[in-house]
Every structure is written in C-alpha cells, then in structure tokens.
C-alpha cells in the first residue's frame, strides 16, 4: 500500500514558478514509477510527465522544456518544479505511483493516487 500527498500548489502569475512535492508513503517508494497528472476543469485528468526509480523521465509535449520531475528516495519524495507556467497550466496536479504501468501516460495504469493540489496561473 502507497499513499501520496501532494503540496505546493498555489496561486502563480504568467512566466512564474511552482514546485511541487509529493510524499509517499511505503519502504518501496524506490521501486515505484511515480507520475504527475493534471486536470482543468471540465477537461479529463491528462498526463503531464513521470519518472522510473533509476530517475529516467518522460514528459507530454506541452510540458516539455518548462516542467522537470525529480526523486528523492531517501526522502520518499517526487517533485515536479514547473517553470515558464502559462494560464493552460491550470488545474488540480496528482501524483499516482505504480510498479510498473504498461503504458506511463495512461492514468488507469497507476494503482495509487493522491488528493490532488490546485496550480492556477493567471494571465
């Protein structure tokens, strides 16, 4: 069993800055692919990127170059620092954490989910 909690989020201008954390629970949070997801209101919960336990990373390509996802597994922690944020960036972010998902940018794939932290970036 894994549980996740994120923070971080916030209220953030055009071209600013946000990191995001999210602590997880479990002594195997080493051996968990843990991903960051996001979801705009009226919109579905949409992948924004994720990284393996040996720190390899995939990220959509509306995040890629302004977004880094990093692990601390000493830490039991996973953070997401977003730069460059535009409004589209908008939404509530979620970490999921799974063994191994087949397919990293399908939300179905994680078993584990936290409560979700609310980024707003304003124009």
């Known amino acids: 069993q894994v549980q996740l909690v994120e923070s971080g989020g916030g209220l953030a201008q055009a071209g600013d800055s946000l990191r995001l954390s999210c602590a997880a629970s479990?002594?195997?949070?080493?051996?968990?692919?843990m991903g960051w997801f996001r979801q705009a209101p009226g919109k579905e919960r949409e992948f924004v990127g994720a990284?393996?336990?040996?720190?390899?990373?995939y990220y959509a390509d509306s995040v890629k170059g302004r977004f880094t996802i990093s692990r601390d597994n000493a830490k039991n922690t996973v953070y997401l620092q977003m730069n460059s944020l535009k409004p589209e960036d908008t939404g509530v972010y979620y970490c999921?954490?799974?063994?191994?998902?087949?397919?990293?940018?399908?939300?179905?794939?994680?078993?584990?989910w936290g409560q979700g932290t609310q980024v707003t970036v304003s124009s």
């Open positions: 479990g002594r195997t949070f080493s051996s968990y692919v």
């Open positions: 999921a954490a799974d063994r191994n998902p087949a397919d990293w940018e399908f939300r179905g794939e994680y078993d584990y």
């Open positions: 990284i393996r336990w040996s720190s390899s990373t």
